[in-house]
Every structure is written in structure tokens, then in C-alpha cells.
């Protein structure tokens, strides 16, 4: 039982590159969010997924897009890198929005020159 | 102003010390609140979670939420080195989880 599993930890882009962040969870949950963390920020939800087949944007979506592939997986892109996108981001699942653990991945920490 | 405020520390103290951590929020309609930890580049774990006000007692670990003062406290006794990580404090309301607002996070060391 892997829980939730990132890739890849570490990439460096160039300004203008695109790139997809992958996410899996092997605990059959429901919901799927992803988070992106910054010094003196906290967390801030990009995107989330209540269940399979539906995506919503959350506090920060601009510059991303996601796809929910099954229920297991949930995909992070950047279509074209910005140095503000510079940041750890992580991949969190849960049975459902109204339950109270959210579990979280190892994190991708992101470059952008 | 950020919804849920708390100081990022560093805070520092001797190992066994009870140690007091802290958040406030601006938001009346926020009604779960929770305690998450996250050690050095590791992703955050829910550590305690508690549904309005009142106090939670979890092994070494007591949460606290005053809704009349908007305080969200995390009270650790008999500290441990273990115990040094980042505390981040979070809540919603009614609407889900979709809504979970982040503290900055606290950053605690436990000194031998």
C-alpha cells in the first residue's frame, strides 16, 4: 500500500516549457486535490477532483490544468512554465469532501528559470 | 488579510518543555478545524482534527478551537526531538474541503 505517489520529485524547466505533474493513490478514495506550497504562503489548492470524471478549479488555477484519467489518477499540467510557478506542489486524496484527511504525496519540487 | 494567520516561528525549545502552537482566523463560518504535520521535505499528515469549539486530547498532543475568539491552539507535552517538523494549522466550513484554508505553518525544533 504505496498511498499517494508523485513524479517526478525534481524537475527544472525553462521559462515557456510544458510539463505534466502525475499522482496516484492506491486507497480507492474519491477525492483528489492539488496543492502548491510557498514560503510564508502556506497551502493553496490549485485544482480538485470531488470523484471521478469531474474537476473544479480552487484558490489558484490560473497557468494549470488537470485531468482526473480514473480514479486512482490525477494530473497536474503547466502548458508554458512561468518562474511564479516555482514551487513545491503536492498531490492529496481523500474519501470525500466532507471527510476530515486529506492524505498527501512526497511533494514534486519545481523550477522554473 | 489571509484567512488563517500564524506565525511561521522559528520557534525553539529543550526537549520535555510543553510547547503552544498557535492560529487565528477571520472566517465565522469555518467549523473544522485541523492540525497537520509536515517534517522536512515530506508531504503534510493530519495530526488532530477537531468539529468547533472544545479541546481534543490525543496522546502527548491537545487541540483546542475558541470559536467566540477565533484561536485554534495545538498544545504538545513532554516534546520530543521526534516532534520537530512544520505545524500547519487549517480549516473550512460547511461548503467541504474544497475550501481548506492553510496557515503559513509554524516551524518548531525540539532541542536535545
Known amino acids: 500500500n504505496a498511498g499517494v505517489t508523485q513524479t517526478p520529485k525534481f524537475q527544472v524547466l525553462k521559462t515557456g516549457q510544458s510539463m505534466t505533474l502525475q499522482c496516484a493513490q492506491d486507497?480507492?478514495?474519491?477525492?483528489m486535490y492539488w496543492y502548491r506550497q510557498d514560503p510564508g504562503m502556506g497551502l493553496r489548492l490549485i485544482y480538485y477532483s470531488a470523484s471521478e470524471g469531474t474537476t473544479d478549479k480552487g484558490e489558484v488555477p490560473n497557468g494549470y490544468n488537470v485531468s482526473r484519467l480514473n480514479k486512482r489518477e490525477f494530473s497536474l499540467r503547466l502548458e508554458s512554465a512561468a518562474p511564479s510557478q516555482t514551487s513545491v506542489y503536492f498531490c492529496?486524496?481523500?474519501?470525500?469532501?466532507?471527510?476530515?484527511?486529506?492524505?498527501f504525496g512526497p511533494g514534486t519540487r519545481l523550477t522554473v528559470l | 488579510q489571509k484567512e488563517v494567520e500564524q506565525d511561521p516561528g522559528p520557534l525553539s525549545v529543550p526537549e520535555g518543555a510543553i510547547v503552544s502552537l498557535n492560529c487565528t482566523y477571520s472566517?465565522?463560518?469555518?467549523?473544522?478545524f485541523m492540525w497537520y504535520r509536515q517534517y522536512s521535505r515530506k508531504g503534510p499528515e493530519l495530526l488532530m482534527y477537531?468539529?468547533?469549539?472544545g479541546n481534543k486530547e490525543d496522546g502527548r498532543f491537545t487541540a483546542q478551537v475558541d470559536k467566540s475568539s477565533k484561536y485554534i491552539s495545538l498544545f504538545i507535552r513532554d516534546s520530543q526531538p521526534s516532534d520537530s517538523a512544520t505545524y500547519l494549522c487549517a480549516s473550512h466550513g460547511s461548503q467541504g474541503a474544497q475550501k481548506l484554508v492553510f496557515g503559513q505553518g509554524t516551524r518548531l525544533t525540539i532541542n536535545p
Open positions: 492529496a486524496s481523500g474519501e470525500g469532501l466532507y471527510t476530515d484527511t486529506q492524505y
Open positions: 472566517n465565522s463560518a469555518f467549523q473544522y
Open positions: 486507497m480507492n478514495h474519491n477525492s
Open positions: 477537531t468539529y468547533s469549539s
